[in-house]
Each structure stands twice: as structure tokens, then as C-alpha cells.
């Protein structure tokens, strides 16, 4: 990494953010006596077994009911499997994905300052940020999508950094497919990685081939995110994501489109 | 430009959003004045890509802020405007930043669980509404507005309905006519308009104040829901008709025919009803034709031999998963008052309700008490009680099985 920055300072860095991140949100965590609406949605699908519903409460039916079968569904219905309940569960995954994405924010603010305070300062904010708490303690997509989102621009700035290493343009790619998939929303963090290639090209930090490269090895990293998710889910339940992926896209642009 | 406008202020306010951007500009800038071309690539990068997320969410038209938060870690980065701050030669200005930086972690660990410690708490709601509950037979609760989920959940009470204003109108009939008791959430703002969508003969009363969520419960009671049916006497086989006799039906003409097929149920040849579900009951049944049920798994609405209440035939009505409605042709005037009878049976805690058509109002709800009993109902319609100068009367069914039999309308 950075020549002033060494791996022990940096490994406090993420532990201690890390840490505090998620003391925080357990602390909070008994405050909480009740849901947002959406997550209360969610427990009821991950609850609701695919094979046997017929018909939901609310008026759902089999398609509509296969349509909403979101990943983050899918994720929620392992905490049966182990013993938990799917509120438990819920907690625990999000409440571990907000702390992850406390240190990621304070590691990106290092590359992206190259400063220690500044990872510290961002670090902490993220990390008793009450929205960032609110979110972490829900059982909302946004939280996993948010970590993963971290992740991506994460790898886009250590491409950036480490002389264009091609692995990190694949990650960069992979999480922003993992990020999308879970949150169409996050599809933005590709965007990121092209406008650094374009500014990068405007001031010439590297060149037009680099840059080709770099964008091929992303779009390779998305294949292999939507591919590695759709494994994953036909592991679990033999429903697979893609037509779930085309659906989310079309409603996205059509919103946009009009 | 209004959509963008509300898109874009669900964000605007957001203190940290401001200080996050002002803070990236003027990185961006302190990167372009120091001529470091790798910095000012990644300031140039950081900053384009806010405004793009900024601009697309805006251009998105969503209003939850909600969908503004994937924006936090970039906007948290943008917060490294400490790391700007910090090359700055002005020591002052260091310190300031260091203790506005204290003051900003201190005031956002203090809101966490200040946030928190407002939450809801639904559960002693829940206890009462159990509570009252317990002194009807067929309560209903109303929720307006979002929380209505949330009430359902914590409170774990199937008897719930959540109702959007938009469509309450029509819903509230219904729920008047099938509950026995109507028990609505509403926050104290709202409480005077959700009382004036309650019709005047069945006022909405308030029974409480839960200040936990903040809401008023108030319930609205169905006396008519209790009336008992009478035990017939000697039921005749066919109706006697006489010159005031302005409908009837015994259900003994071969010219009645209830056709069944597939998907739906139609009344092929009526001299006088039409059948239908209730979502097109509601929604477009018009007085000229038959048309199908949906959702009828099981259904039946046909003219029967078997379990008859008089004669050789009468009017089955099976409806094990939804409901149902039948409206008689005939046309019924304003200035004129009628005596209507009918004999009924079917399974315990069946219902229906004979209402004026097509304002849809109930002039009975009867409901059937014991299996097979059957009961003897007379009703009126008194003049200037109709909805307009010409109307219809109309049944509906709520679930189970009813047979119905020798409907007579006689005028006064």
C-alpha cells in the first residue's frame, strides 16, 4: 500500500473500525422495538415456503410471489437452517455487513486521501452514522448492497493505486454484479470505474489500451458476479435469479424511460 | 423539473450530503491548484461520480430517502474533507475542523440512540385491541396510512384490514356490512377524516389513546349485526302473487337457468337476478347481463334440487372461499313504499345482506345461526328511502352456503 501507511497500522485501522462499528449497532440494537414496513415484507417471503404457497395473505400469487424472490430472500431463509429465526438471522447478516462497511469506507478513505486521520475520521462517522446504524439494524437489502458497493469502489481504487493490476478490475466487476443483483440501485458503481478510467486517460495516468483492458476485465468480473449468485441460488432452491435479474433491469429503465 | 425537484430534496437537506460535497469541490479544486495529476484524476472521478448519483436517483423520482443512502459511503468519503483541511497551512482552521469533526462523531452517537429510544412500541396496542375484541363475533380493525404492516405484525391480529384512502369508499361498505364491530387506528391528525368516512348511522366512537404509537382507537358498531331470523310456518311451495305484488320468484320456473362452466358461473336465462362476484359487483356490474365469478374454487350459484327450502327447487349459493352478489332487475320507485319477505337456510355463520342498488346501502344483514334452521325475513322499503328516484335491491354473500328461497315484493 501507501510507503507511510504499514500492514499493522493498517490491520488496527480496519479491526478497530470494525469493532466499534459493531458494538455500536449491538448496543442500539435493544432499542429497536419495531421493523420498517419492507423488512416485515421480507420476513414474510423468507418464511413463506415457495413450493407449498399458493397464495399470500396480502394477495399474492405464485408468479408475483416467484418475481419477488429477491436474493436477499433467499439469504434470509439460512437462518432457519441454523437454528435461528429469520429476524435473527436478518440481524446478524446486517448488522455484520454494516460493520464491514465501516472499515471499507475508512481503508477507501486512506487510498483515496492518503492520510491516516482522514481514514480514522471517515472510519468512525461511518460507523455511528445514524443512518448507517438505523439500516445496519433493519431487514433491509440496503446494508449488503452497501458493503458490496464498498467493496467494488474499494477495488477500483487499489486498481487505481497498484499500477492497474488486472485482478482488481475483475473484483471490481464481480462486487458491482453481487452489489447490483442485490440492490438494482448499485448498478452505479460501475460508473465509478469508468470515470476513473476516463479521467484517468484525460491526465494521463495511463493509456487508452489500459483503460480497454480495465473495462474488459470489469465487464469479465460482472459475468462472473451474476454467475457466482445464480450458482448460489440454485444450490438453495431450484428458482434461478436470471429472470429475476431481467425483470428488476426492465423495471429500472422503464422508471427511467418513462 | 418538479420531479427532479422533489428527488432531489428528499437528499438536499441531508447536513452531511452538503458538507460531503462542499468538501469534495473543494478538494477537487485544492488537487487542480497543486498540479497533482493522479490526485486531481481521482478528486475529478470521485466528485463526477456523486453528481451522476446525485442527478440519476433525482431523475428517478424516488422520494424515500431510502435510496439516497447507497450515496452515504461516497458521501462519507467526501467527509475526508479533514484530509483536505489538514494540508491547509491556517492552524487555526485546523482546530476548528478537529473539534467540529468531535462535535459531528458526538452528535451522531448521541442521535443513534436517540433514534431508537422513539421507536414504536406495538405490543400494548396490540393487548388492548385483543381485549376488546373479545366482545364480538366477527371484529374487523381498520389501519389507514403505512403502518398499517407494522400494526398487523406486532399486534398478530388476522382480524386486520389496511385500508388506502383512495379506495376506502368502496371497502368500507363492505367491512360495515361484515363485521359486527370496526375498530380504527389513526393518528391523532387524521382522526377527523377518517371519522367522516364513516357513514352517520354507524359513528365512529373513541375508545382510546395508545401514546406509545401515537394513535387513537376508536370502533364503530353494527347493531343489526345480532338481529335474529324468524322461524317460518308453514312455508308455501309456490308464491301467491296479487295485484301489489311487484316481484317474485320461487325459483320453480324452468326459465331460471344457472349455468356453469369452467372458469366461471353465468346466469343464462333470468327472469329476474343477476349473479356476480365481488370484485365485479363492486366495480362494474350492470344491471343487463350475467357475468362469471372469479376466484370461485368450489363455488356454487345455482338453482338446485337438493336441501331445498320450499318446493322442488331453490337459489344455492356456495361461496367457500369468497364472496358473491345477485341483483334483482326489477326497478323500484322512490315515491313508493314496499313489504319484501324471503325465506332463508344454509350453514352456521353464513351471511349475507340485502341492500339498496346501486348506492349500496344495507336495509338487512342477516346471518344464520344454526345449520338448516330456516328463518322467515320480512324487510321494507319506505318511500324517499331509495338512493334515487328509480333503484334496484341487490344480495350479497359472504361466505358459505345460503340457500334462499320465495322472494316477494309487494307495494304498499
Known amino acids: 500500500m501507501m510507503p507511510e501507511v504499514t500492514h499493522r497500522q493498517l490491520l488496527a485501522l480496519s479491526a478497530v473500525i470494525f469493532l466499534i462499528s459493531l458494538m455500536v449497532r449491538v448496543a442500539v440494537l435493544p432499542l429497536q422495538k419495531s421493523l420498517e414496513r419492507d423488512s416485515l415484507g421480507y420476513i414474510e417471503l423468507a418464511q413463506t415456503d415457495l413450493r407449498k404457497a399458493v397464495e399470500l395473505p396480502n394477495g399474492v400469487d405464485q408468479t408475483q410471489l416467484r418475481s419477488r424472490m429477491t436474493v436477499f430472500v433467499y439469504l434470509l431463509k439460512i437462518g432457519p437452517r441454523l437454528g435461528l429465526s429469520v429476524q435473527q438471522w436478518g440481524h446478524i447478516l446486517n448488522i455484520f455487513a454494516g460493520s464491514v462497511a465501516a472499515m471499507l469506507a475508512a481503508v477507501i478513505a486512506l487510498l ?30 440496503e446494508p449488503l448492497a452497501f458493503t458490496l458497493a464498498a467493496a467494488a469502489i474499494l477495488t477500483t481504487m487499489l486498481w487505481y493505486r497498484k499500477k492497474q493490476c488486472w485482478s482488481w478490475a475483475l473484483l471490481t466487476g464481480f462486487f458491482s454484479a453481487c452489489a447490483a443483483i442485490i440492490r438494482m440501485e448499485m448498478i452505479e458503481t460501475l460508473f465509478f470505474f469508468w470515470l476513473l478510467l476516463l479521467t484517468g486517460v484525460i491526465f494521463r495516468r495511463f493509456s487508452c489500451k489500459v483503460a480497454g483492458l480495465g473495462l474488459g476485465e470489469q465487464f469479465a468480473g460482472c459475468g462472473v458476479g451474476v454467475l457466482a449468485v445464480e450458482l448460489v441460488i440454485r444450490s438453495c432452491n431450484s428458482v434461478g435469479i436470471f429472470f429475476g435479474i431481467w425483470q428488476t433491469f426492465r423495471q429500472y429503465f422503464s422508471r427511467i424511460l418513462g | 423539473m418538479i420531479s427532479w ?131 364480538y363475533e366477527r371484529p374487523v380493525i381498520v389501519g389507514l396510512g403505512g403502518e398499517s ?86 312455508i308455501p311451495d309456490r308464491i301467491e302473487t296479487n295485484e301489489n305484488t311487484v316481484f317474485a320468484e320461487d325459483f320453480e320456473n324452468p326459465v331460471f337457468v344457472v349455468c356453469k362452466d369452467d372458469l366461471a358461473f353465468r346466469v343464462l336465462k333470468s327472469r329476474g337476478l343477476i349473479a356476480g362476484d365481488k370484485t365485479l359487483f363492486v366495480k362494474t356490474m350492470e344491471p343487463h347481463g350475467g357475468f362469471g365469478l372469479v376466484n370461485m374454487k368450489d363455488a356454487r350459484f345455482e338453482v338446485s334440487s337438493e336441501n331445498v327450502v320450499a318446493g322442488k327447487y331453490s337459489l344455492l349459493v356456495h361461496l367457500p372461499y369468497c364472496s358473491g352478489g345477485m341483483l334483482l332487475k326489477q326497478n323500484f320507485s322512490n315515491k313508493q313504499s314496499y313489504r319484501g319477505e324471503l325465506y332463508f337456510k344454509g350453514t352456521a355463520r353464513s351471511r349475507f345482506t340485502l341492500g339498496y342498488w346501486p348506492k349500496q346501502q344495507p336495509i338487512i344483514n342477516m346471518a344464520i345461526e344454526q345449520t338448516d334452521e330456516i328463518y322467515h325475513v320480512t324487510w321494507e322499503q319506505p318511500a324517499g328511502e331509495g338512493p334515487s328516484s328509480q333503484y334496484q335491491l341487490y344480495f350479497f354473500f359472504y361466505s358459505d352456503t345460503v340457500i334462499v328461497d320465495n322472494i316477494r315484493i309487494n307495494q304498499i
Open chain 2, 149 to 234: 404492516t407494522r400494526i398487523k405484525y406486532y399486534t398478530g391480529l388476522d382480524a386486520f384490514t389496511s385500508i388506502h384512502l383512495d379506495i376506502y369508499q368502496k371497502e368500507l361498505i363492505f367491512l360495515l356490512q361484515e363485521s359486527d364491530c370496526i375498530f380504527a387506528l389513526s393518528s391523532p391528525k387524521r382522526l377527523k377524516l377518517t371519522c367522516s368516512l364513516f357513514p352517520p348511522e354507524r359513528p365512529l366512537v373513541k375508545i382510546g389513546y395508545d401514546p406509545k404509537t401515537n394513535m387513537v382507537i376508536c370502533k364503530s358498531e353494527n347493531p343489526q349485526w345480532r338481529k335474529k331470523a324468524i322461524s317460518p310456518e308453514g
Open chain 2, 5 to 135: 425537484l422533489s428527488g432531489a430534496s428528499s437528499a438536499i437537506f441531508l447536513p452531511l450530503f452538503i458538507a460531503g460535497w462542499i468538501s469534495l469541490l473543494c478538494w477537487f479544486i485544492d488537487c487542480i491548484r497543486k498540479k497533482n495529476k493522479v490526485e486531481t484524476a481521482v478528486a475529478a472521478s470521485v466528485f463526477l461520480y456523486t453528481l451522476f448519483m446525485f442527478v440519476w436517483r433525482c431523475k428517478l423520482n424516488v422520494t424515500s430517502s431510502r435510496y439516497h443512502f447507497g450515496c452515504g459511503i461516497l458521501l462519507l468519503v467526501c467527509f475526508g474533507w479533514w484530509g483536505f483541511l489538514s494540508r491547509s497551512t491556517h492552524k487555526a482552521l485546523k482546530v476548528c475542523c478537529f473539534f467540529l469533526m468531535i462535535l459531528l462523531l458526538g452528535s451522531s452517537l448521541f442521535r443513534c440512540f436517540w433514534q431508537f429510544k422513539k421507536n414504536k412500541n406495538f405490543a400494548p396496542l396490540g393487548q388492548f385491541l385483543k381485549e376488546q375484541m373479545k366482545h
Open chain 1, 112 to 141: 483515496i486521501f492518503q492520510d491516516m486521520r482522514a481514514a480514522w475520521f471517515v472510519g468512525l462517522l461511518t460507523a455511528v452514522e445514524p443512518v448507517s446504524v438505523k439500516y445496519s439494524l433493519s431487514l433491509l437489502r
